[in-house]
């Protein structure tokens, strides 16, 4: 008789805790491993009633303390070896611990949404079609011409369904052929080029390295047979992608594989595009963008070996790869490398984790880096290289203010700046304009008593769409027709009051009509490869004025672009938020970057009513690496990331009450910990406190925040405290949630 076997199984459920099944004697009996190898392996389980979910066994044959004959029944055991390598398999246990979050939806965001489904972690096969051992007369079918032309098209060979349907044979005449036993299918698997190294040639076509570059490609590569933290800090065109070209070729040569992220998918065609011109090896994308199945061959590739070079965004990091050699990490700084809902990770530092375990090279890039990645570097954690100069003979560009006060502006832009864009679209050069701010105008207001027309779910105000006629919260998501009068006195007099990217670009095609003028935001760029489109229609010289969102804003090479305006930022000046004026640096920095990356000297502006602000002076005189290192200083004063570290639990509920009595008591129990710990001089527990934002999506939010001068501090209190705050009644009232590592307080 069999033994029972037991597995304990993680699924993708918002509770920290895994479930007990017991494995059916059928699928006992036909295991080709031990019993212990089960760990790591999808099995497909009865989850509430009739539900089946797909989990992953983490541990086999525990200690129970209850009957065995109370287990439901494993209903599919869909590996038969572990999906993951144990090193990413460690390593997604480290995350659910550093995070706390379930390890059951960790590993689920980890694996491609096909795996989620409990499909098989092979590539798609083609079909196929060969006659059978069947011996046939082609004349009996010659009345049948479709049938008889197949078969002398098949003769000896294996043809697949596409092929022969380009010679007009349809799959109604393939399945009367197989009905009669004439022909037989097969399922290929597509072919996979494991043997790219021996192959390996580099494109002859290169620019000539600067001295800084040389410098900074012979320090990695000097160090990449093993973990070592490098930060690359250089001005926006100083050429980042040529040391990526030079850091790799090493790496592909001894046949290792190597991936790259981006912080945006719009950035992955054009880093695709110069990594195949250079390198004749096999390049695949991993991005949400790609359908399940595209995804899924991508991470195949990666995991057999037989892709040389992945590029991705944030979820790529979680791609199993056979030999990994090198990780680069392109814009660090960028927000979008931290999940904001869910699984709250930070591809940053799991990418960093990451090469610690498989003792690999991070190099980590950026024009602007990250307070905590510039700290680090500073304090000699990460070994900080340095790009100063652009190649060739571009400059970087002159910077200055536009005072707007007492100015007349046309929908946002001063008399200076419209005369500054005449001058160098006269010269034939390219103008971007970026404006942060969706739609024709963030508010609707009424003329006669200043009624504004405000969202009913959150505490904001609709914006304004006028080529779709509609209001649009953009927190929500929820839409309004336009009201024809006010809700307070009844007026008609309904004006518009701000500027958004449509009323702008309106008001740019008045004033210059002779020059075309694209807009860029998330509105119209909905459609797949619209934005790829745009960007190849900008290169080619279709459009001169440049509009748009921070989609413009991250390291695209537009050689005709010499003027650079922003159009108003002065809205994150006066920010609650203690990291506001980071970013807005980072933003200025990197938009200000896009102007003179040929040999055209470029210009930036920027408009504001308070030119007299230290930040904005300190950016325009001296840069933002004089800025950060003066920040940073000001953060050391005030005891603030990076000199300290911190997690949010963040709590809502359409009853404020319930989300934040809900806080108060999980307050009780981290406060409680910390007093049996004898810490609580070194833990401070603040709140709870309604969100910036307090009301969102209908519902109230309310956080509490964890600080301490010690990573692991935080992480052991909350661990403790996880299966207290796991058992509050109240905690089944309210969507709750912990995020470590926060960078968004809204």
Not at 203 to 214: G, R, W
Not at 254 to 263: A, E, R, T
Not at 319 to 327: A, E, M, N, P, V
Request: proline share 5%.
């Amino acid at each position: 008789m069999t033994k029972a076997i037991i597995c304990r199984v993680a699924l993708a459920i918002p509770l920290h805790k895994a479930f007990d099944y017991l494995l059916p004697d059928y699928l006992a009996e036909k295991l080709s491993m031990p019993e212990a190898q089960l760990v790591g392996c999808r099995v497909r389980v009865p989850f509430g009633g009739k539900r089946q979910m797909v989990g992953v066994i983490c541990e086999v044959n525990p200690t129970l303390d209850y009957d065995i004959e109370k287990l439901k029944k494993v209903t599919q055991l869909i590996d038969q070896q572990p999906l993951l390598s144990d090193k990413l398999w460690s390593l997604l246990r480290w995350a659910a611990f550093y995070y706390q979050h379930p390890f059951g939806d960790v590993y689920q965001q980890a694996i491609p949404t096909a795996l989620r489904q409990g499909k098989e972690a092979t590539f798609k096969g083609s079909e196929h079609w060969q006659r059978t051992a069947s011996d046939i007369d082609l004349d009996e079918l010659k009345r049948a011409k479709k049938q008889h032309q197949a078969l002398t098209l098949l003769g000896d060979q294996c043809l697949s369904t596409s092929d022969l349907k380009v010679q007009g044979i349809t799959r109604v005449t393939l399945k009367a052929l197989h009905d009669k036993g004439i022909i037989e299918t097969l399922d290929k698997q597509p072919k996979v080029n494991l043997s790219w190294a021996d192959n390996f040639t580099e494109s002859n076509e290169k620019p000539n390295l600067t001295s800084e570059q040389a410098l900074a490609i012979t320090s990695v590569n000097q160090q990449n047979d093993t973990f070592n933290c490098f930060l690359l800090e250089g001005i926006t065109g100083s050429g980042k992608t040529e040391v990526y070209l030079n850091i790799i070729k090493p790496i592909l040569q001894q046949g290792k594989q190597v991936l790259v992220i981006v912080p945006e998918i719009g950035l992955t065609p054009q880093t695709i595009q110069r990594f195949q011109d250079r390198f004749n090896v096999p390049v695949f994308l991993k991005h949400s963008a790609l359908n399940s199945r595209e995804q899924l061959d991508s991470w195949c590739h990666a995991k057999m070996g037989s892709a040389a070079i992945i590029i991705g965004t944030r979820s790529a990091i979680f791609s199993d790869f056979k030999d990994l050699g090198l990780i680069i990490l392109d814009e660090e700084h960028d927000a979008s490398f931290k999940q904001q809902d869910g699984f709250r990770y930070h591809a940053r530092d799991f990418a960093i984790k990451r090469a610690h375990v498989e003792q690999v090279p991070i190099l980590l890039g950026s024009a602007t880096p990250a307070f905590e990645t510039l700290h680090n570097a500073l304090q000699g954690k990460y070994q900080h290289l340095h790009l100063t100069q652009r190649p060739g003979n571009a400059k970087p560009p002159s910077s200055s203010l536009i005072n707007l006060a007492g100015l007349p502006l046309q929908s946002g832009l001063s008399p200076q700046l419209i005369e500054l864009m005449t001058k160098h679209l006269e010269k034939n050069n390219q103008v971007i304009l970026f404006l942060n701010r969706r739609g024709y105008a963030p508010v609707l207001m009424c003329h006669e008593c200043g009624w504004l027309v405000k969202c009913g779910r959150c505490d904001a105000f609709y914006t304004y769409h006028k080529s779709a006629n509609y209001l649009h919260c953009h927190h929500c998501a929820s839409t309004h027709p336009i009201p024809h009068q006010c809700h307070d006195c009844g007026s008609t007099q309904l004006m518009s009051t701000g500027v958004g990217t449509e009323q702008l670009e309106e008001t740019l095609k008045q004033l210059f009509p002779q020059y075309p003028t694209v807009r860029i935001d998330r509105d119209n760029t909905r459609k797949k490869e619209s934005f790829n489109q745009y960007l190849t229609d900008i290169n080619n010289g279709k459009y001169k004025i440049l509009l748009g969102t921070q989609m413009l804003a991250k390291g695209h090479h537009f050689p005709d672009v010499t003027l650079v305006a922003l159009i108003d930022v002065d809205g994150a000046l006066f920010c609650n938020d203690y990291r506001a004026s980071e970013r807005l640096a980072q933003l200025y920095t990197q938009v200000s970057g896009r102007a003179g990356r040929a040999e055209k000297r470029g210009q930036v502006l920027l408009q504001t009513h308070h030119p007299e602000h230290s930040l904005l002076q300190e950016l325009v005189n001296s840069g933002y690496s004089e800025f950060s290192r003066h920040a940073l200083t000001e953060r050391q004063l005030a005891q603030l990331p990076p000199y300290s570290f911190q997690a949010l639990l963040r709590a809502e509920s359409e009853n404020a009450t319930l989300a934040e009595s809900f806080l108060g008591l999980c307050k009780q129990i981290i406060e409680q910990i910390s007093s049996l710990n004898k810490i609580e001089t070194r833990l401070f527990v603040l709140g709870p406190i309604p969100a910036s934002m307090e009301r969102r999506a209908g519902k109230y939010r309310f956080q509490l925040l964890l600080q301490a001068d010690n990573r692991a501090l935080i992480s052991n209190t909350l661990q403790q405290a996880l299966p207290a705050l796991d058992k509050l009644p109240e905690g089944r009232k309210v969507r709750w949630s912990i995020d470590v590592d926060p960078i968004d307080f809204v």
